[in-house]
Nanobody
Framework: QLQVVESGGGLVQPGGSLRLSCVAS????????IGWFRQAPGKEREGVSC????????NYADSVKGRFTASRDSAKNTMYLQMNSLKPEDTAVYYC????????????????????WGQGTQVTVSS
């Protein structure tokens, strides 16, 4: 049974950077599509980014394109979300999620398509 745990959230000033980590146990992340999602208070959960199991192909929400970068480190069984030029509207609880799709070069940011979720990490962007 795959388990994923996020870390790396915190308080940062506008324009700052954070790197979120998503560490997996129970299975290798190489066989999984990984998604990053966020939920702000009073808002619905939204997809932020995803990365495929094969080829490392990525997709990003328009709101974060050019500022966020998703990556994976197979040796550490860890996924990362590098967040630069952070804005107050990026404030949310961020979640990583995984879905077993070992041969795909595609990914999506539809939450219902993911089976394994972390507990979330709070990101607050404020001066």
């Amino acid at each position: 049974q795959l388990q994923v745990v996020e870390s790396g959230g915190g308080l940062v000033q506008p324009g700052g950077s954070l790197r979120l980590s998503c560490v997996a146990s129970g299975s290798t992340l190489d066989y999984y599509v990984i998604g990053w999602f966020r939920q702000a208070p009073g808002k619905e959960r939204e997809g932020v980014s995803c990365i495929s199991s094969r080829g490392g192909n990525t997709n990003y929400a328009d709101s974060v394109k050019g500022r966020f970068t998703a990556s994976r480190d197979s040796a550490k069984n860890t996924m990362y979300l590098q967040m630069n030029s952070l804005k107050p509207e990026d404030t949310a609880v961020y979640y990583c999620a995984a879905d077993y799709r070992p041969t795909t070069r595609r990914c999506d940011m539809v939450g219902m398509n993911y089976d394994y979720w972390g507990q979330g990490t709070q990101v607050t962007v404020s001066s």
